[in-house]
């Protein structure tokens, strides 16, 4: 009985140190790179578009959209995501998990799926586009949770340039009657049009997919490896952009008042 629990404490301690050797750091680190993270970070960073937008959406001031953007760059710390990941990919992935997520992404359709993801203008030259059903589209976001978080720190910037404008008089709606209300709707339909206008860039992205790599990144989302990669991505990425959310309110304040005040 001694020598088994011996034999088992043996075995124990085997596989606790293979976890945490250098050969599966570097596959992490491979998958990390495979995968397209920095490029995720980066679109993080800047989750308001500098495009001209429509409808409430266009009343933004182009200023406050930099604004907002430049104080969340500020505010998302890169390194702070990739060794979170390391962490979340370490406890729940094995070395043969590792090894398919990144011979996926390292596969041809895998990197034109890390093109389209980063952002990127995917070459379709001898490729038929064709199938771009909104069903697919929508399912592959939610089995990969991209931009997920983008949309979730772009809504909280936002919301708070928009209370503490308000809060400084920058409109001068404090002389209407309801004005709260007022602001409170505009807010509501901004932070609306908001939402749609990045799952809209969510399936612009994956809609320069062909078909066949459309259904072949879906079944990679789906597989265990897969789902465990995608969904510890997807966590980190946004409790990141919960934390940087979270410090937006004092960081926007000043530099909101110095535009109100700016105003003629």
């Not at 771009?132 to 919301?159: C, E, F, P």
Request: glycine letters at 6%.
């Amino acid at each position: 009985m001694k020598t088994s629990r011996i034999a088992l404490l043996a075995i124990t301690l085997t596989l606790a140190a293979c976890n945490s050797m250098p050969g599966k750091q570097a596959d992490i680190d491979a998958v990390m790179t495979a995968s397209g993270l920095d490029a995720q970070i980066a679109l993080l960073n800047k989750p308001l578009s500098t495009e001209k937008m429509d409808g409430p959406l266009a009343m933004i001031p182009d200023e406050w959209i930099s604004l907002v953007n430049n104080t969340i760059a500020e505010s998302v710390k890169p390194e702070e995501i990739r060794n979170q990941l390391r962490t979340e990919l370490g406890k729940n992935m094995s070395g043969p998990d590792l090894n398919a997520v990144q011979a996926f992404y390292e596969s041809d359709i895998g990197k034109r799926v890390v093109a389209a993801e980063s952002g990127k203008k995917v070459d379709n030259t001898g490729i038929q586009v064709i199938n771009n059903d909104r069903s697919t589209l929508d399912a592959l976001a939610n089995a990969t949770g991209y931009g997920k978080a983008v949309s979730q720190l772009a809504q909280h910037g936002l919301s708070d340039a928009v209370d503490v404008a308000v809060k400084n008089g920058c409109f001068g709606l404090d002389q209407f009657p309801f004005a709260s209300m007022l602001v409170g709707v505009i807010k509501k339909n901004q932070l609306a049009a908001l939402r749609e206008s990045v799952n809209s860039v969510v399936r612009q992205r994956y809609a320069q997919l062909s078909s066949e790599e459309q259904t072949a990144y879906l079944k990679f989302s789906q597989s265990t490896p897969g789902q465990k990669f995608l969904n510890a991505r997807s966590s980190v990425m946004q409790d990141s952009a919960q934390r940087a959310g979270s410090a937006l309110s004092s960081q926007l304040g000043d530099e909101v008042k110095k535009i109100c005040t700016a105003k003629p």
